[in-house]
């Protein structure tokens, strides 16, 4: 473990030297920021966790001089276990030509009709490894070996919102149109972020995610219920 400044208000605590086993570490960022959270240290006003670290955002004026041992003491009784606050999702996708835009590709990298794709992707099962980039985007980890694909080239200018993308090691869901350059299999009716919410994002680290494809029936019936 090693604690690192971020900046003058934030600390990170990784655990890369931990183990080589990436699951676990996840497992074990994972665990800390919820054993961090339940110990609301005085000053500490945000946790975030991360495929194999934790950030620590905190008000210079009401953190305590000993923080930083209070932080280690903590993280050395957090032990790796599956937390019962976090939520089994899924995710309705269609995975209609329309909206798979990058469907041919992955066929190309990995050598797999469409409907061998469309059938790992939805039987996979995914933990929200750390939500970023975007307000809403999660980072999904679980994507089977066999979908394993580079990034675009040249990014998109402009993603559609909902559209469900897989790229390297991840998967993920862009939430709003935004630019972007993961490989687009499909997309789903369900709003990811709403700031009207609370929470405004749909989807937390921990949080275990299902893929269930629908037909572009479904898919058109759930976005016109949403919108009226």
Sequence with gaps: MKIS?????????????????????????????????RANVPGVIDVTSAYESVALFFDPARIERDVEEKIRALVASARIRVSRKRRRIEIPVCYDADFALDLARVEAETNLSAETIIALHSSAEFVVACVGFMPGFPFLAGLPEKLRTTRLATPRTKVPAGSVAIARTQAGVYPVESPGGWNLIGR??????????????????????????????????RVKESSG
């Design 5 to 37: 400044p971020l900046g003058d208000s934030a600390i990170t605590v990784d655990f890369t030297d931990e183990s080589p086993d990436r699951e676990r570490l996840l497992a074990r960022a994972l665990s800390v920021a919820e054993t961090l959270e």
């Design 188 to 221: 789903t009716p369900l709003r990811l972020f709403d700031p009207n919410a609370n929470p405004p994002a749909l989807l937390q680290a921990g949080d275990r995610v299902r893929f269930r494809g629908i037909t572009r029936n479904e898919f058109e019936a």
